[in-house]
């Protein structure tokens, strides 16, 4: 596939804008590109090929701290915008991400390892409808007020916060980075923001974004570098009281620990383990077909990702017979190949670690159906960090294939009985972020949703996304609500007015 490009060449692989090599990255800090002040670097590596192709700065607390203050000076002027302005200023950022798809897609495919069609058709296109979405919203926002009859009257106010500290993964990078920043910018909010060290290609293009339209400097500031010295300094600052975190659950509670004592608001989306229960009377081809790619997805790397499937005992031979011949037949291949469909996982840390589930789950006795090994691809993609996407049965619901968060291509199939019987090995888990239920009968997927342990529930169908839903996880999925006018309300500090009449 070929890209006429502004400010990306396709191959090999750096890509230069005007003077600047988009991958030897830069912090964008009141409107500026700026080295960090340290001037260290990390060094950035293709998953799909294994090498390095390019410089991330490595920040510390100093860059954080001026661009909390840039961030800090804008706010003033942003948060006192009319709604109208804000949004009109968020809309050209979609615009932008629009007319330039095909060079972030591209970005994002050789950051990632995700195949370029998956990039194409869902992370870009998700970041350009987070700003549209929150860009529309601020406009039909309105406030509430109480009536107190002849004693009086409130209003409630609804303002931003101030200086938004966003911290986002890698396995959806700018999908999930701007599912923060959207909203806490629509809201008024300026924001000092840190991408995943793994992942940081398109929010780096961003900024080139916000820089070629004149974006009003210090709003947004992106800095760049480790979780545990970028991030961490993001999450202390004295001068950054809210946070809105999605990654891991042990960095979540690392978070916790030290913001809940600065009395911050915090919004936590972290790690799943979900459950996919198929009953005897579903459409079985659509249940297939859809939990094969629940499963695999973006090589399984999707916090919603159903990972334990559950199968009623009476289908149970026929099901498994029909997945794993669907799984057989996912290529791993190149991602920038059009065709390719499964491409490499995020780095060779997370190749070890899916290797090492892989490994535990035959310890514990699974039976491998299919995959269970590495993939070495020829040409180019040869020394990349490929896994063939891998079934297991014969797994105990406790064990620890069934209850970590692989967050990989790895799942495993378990027969059932009775209904009851599937909702406790759903509920077992930590984690509940969200379940899958297939079944034609209404009342048991009602009897489901309602006593599942999840904060999203799919029946018959998965990853259908509305974004004025409320979306998070219970348990140790996470604390608050990313979504709709959640996230507008969680940007927000309520101030009521009661006048006396
Ligand atoms: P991670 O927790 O390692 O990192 C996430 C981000 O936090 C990165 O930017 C990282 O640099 C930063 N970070 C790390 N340590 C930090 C610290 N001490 N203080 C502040 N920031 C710190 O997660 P990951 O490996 O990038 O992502 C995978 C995890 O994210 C999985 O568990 C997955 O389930 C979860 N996830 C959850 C959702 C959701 O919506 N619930 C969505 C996507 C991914």
Redesign the pocket.
């Known amino acids: 596939m070929k890209f006429k490009t502004d400010f990306i060449l396709p191959r090999p692989s750096l890509y230069s804008y005007g003077q600047i090599t988009a991958m030897d990255l830069q912090n964008y800090i009141g409107g500026k590109f700026l080295e960090p002040l340290h001037k260290q670097y990390l060094t950035n590596t293709n998953p799909a090929t294994g090498e390095a192709y390019g410089r991330i700065p490595r920040s510390g607390e100093n860059d954080v701290t001026l661009a909390t203050k840039a961030a800090r000076d804008a706010f003033p002027h942003w948060s006192t915008l009319p709604a109208a302005e804000r949004s009109a200023w968020m809309l050209k950022v979609a615009d932008e991400i629009e007319r330039r798809l095909p060079e972030l897609a591209l970005a994002e495919s050789i950051d990632n390892g995700k195949p370029l069609s998956l990039a194409t058709a869902v992370d870009i296109p998700r970041a350009r409808d987070n700003f549209k979405f929150y860009a529309t919203a601020i406009l039909h926002d309105a406030y509430e007020t109480h009536d107190m009859g002849t004693h009086g009257f409130n209003y409630t106010l609804r303002q931003p916060v101030g200086v938004a500290g966003c911290?986002?993964?890698?396995?959806?990078p700018l999908y999930?980075f701007t599912w923060k920043i959207a909203p806490a910018l629509a809201a008024g909010n300026t924001v000092v923001a840190?991408?995943?060290?793994?992942t940081p290609a398109t929010a780096f293009l961003l900024c080139k974004i916000l820089d070629d339209i004149d974006f009003p400097s210090g709003v947004l500031n992106i800095v760049h570098?480790?979780?545990?010295e970028?991030?961490?300094a993001?999450?202390a600052h004295q001068d950054i009281p809210i946070i809105s975190?999605?990654?891991?659950?042990?960095?979540?509670k690392?978070?916790s620990a030290?913001a809940a004592p600065m009395f911050k608001k915090l919004s936590l989306?972290?790690?799943?383990k979900n459950a996919n229960i198929i009953f005897e009377d579903c459409d079985f081809d659509e249940a297939v077909k859809t939990s094969v790619r629940a499963a695999f997805a973006n090589q399984g790397?999707?916090?919603?990702c159903g990972s334990r499937i559950y199968i009623q005992r009476s289908i149970y031979e026929k099901f498994k017979e029909a997945f794993v011949a669907r799984v057989k037949g996912l290529t791993v291949g190149d991602p920038l190949e059009e065709s390719t469909r499964t491409g490499a996982v995020v780095s060779k840390a997370?190749f070890e670690k899916v290797l090492s589930h892989i490994a535990v789950a035959i310890d514990e006795g699974g039976t491998l159906l299919t995959g269970g090994n590495p993939v070495q691809l020829e040409g180019r993609c040869k020394n990349g960090y490929f896994i063939a996407p891998t079934v297991f049965e014969n797994l105990d619901a406790t064990c620890r294939t069934n209850q970590e968060?692989i967050?990989g291509p790895v799942v495993t199939l378990t027969p059932f009985d009775t209904e009851e019987e599937a909702l406790a090995m759903a509920n077992s888990t930590a984690y509940g972020?969200a379940a899958t239920v297939w079944t034609s009968n209404l009342q048991v997927a009602h009897r489901m949703a309602a006593r599942l342990h999840a904060g999203i529930i799919w029946v018959n169908c998965w990853l259908l996304r509305d974004l004025r839903t409320p979306?998070?996880?219970v348990k140790q999925?996470?604390v608050g609500r990313?979504g709709g006018f959640e996230a507008l309300r969680f940007f927000t500090e309520p101030k009521n007015i009661c006048i006396k009449l």
């Open positions: 911290i986002s993964p890698w396995n959806l999930l840190k991408p995943s060290e793994v570098g480790l979780g545990a970028v991030g961490a993001i999450v975190f999605t990654g891991g659950t042990q960095t979540g690392a978070i030290v989306e972290l790690g799943g790397q999707i916090c919603l997370h968060e967050f972020l979306f998070g996880g999925s996470g990313e």
